[in-house]
């Protein structure tokens, strides 16, 4: 059973950072891809950044371009996200996500796997 442990949310101001970490397990995550989703109140989830666990790819939304950094350690089997310069419009609910496809989709439905999200608030 894939199990997707999300941690590191929390209050920051606008211009600060915060890394997301999320813990794996369950399985060998090499023909997986995995990624970054958020929900903001009252909007659909959406997709953040992905990476494909076995060599590495990454993708991003083109809002967290050049603020956002998608990375993973297979000792540990956990997923990073690296998130600074961020704005009060990157609150949200932060979701892990699993699949296991040949390639990336942005789309959270093609997603079989999520953890129970990690709040973060961007405010003064």
């Known amino acids: 059973q894939v199990q997707l442990i999300e941690s590191g949310g929390g209050l920051v101001q606008p211009g600060g950072s915060l890394r997301l970490s999320c813990a794996a397990s369950g399985r060998s995550f090499s023909a997986y891809f995995l990624g970054w989703f958020r929900q903001a109140p009252g909007k659909e989830r959406e997709f953040v950044a992905a990476?494909?666990?076995?060599?590495?790819?990454?993708y991003y939304t083109d809002s967290v371009k050049g603020r956002f950094t998608i990375s993973r350690d297979n000792a540990k089997n956990t997923l990073y996200q690296q998130m600074n310069s961020l704005k009060p419009e990157d609150t949200a609910v932060y979701y892990c996500?699993?699949?296991?496809?040949?390639?990336?989709?942005?789309?959270?439905?093609?997603?079989?796997?999520w953890g129970q999200g990690t709040q973060v608030t961007v405010s003064s």
């Open positions: 996500a699993a699949n296991r496809e040949w390639r990336f989709y942005s789309d959270p439905g093609q997603y079989d796997y």
């Open positions: 990476i494909r666990w076995s060599v590495g790819n990454t």
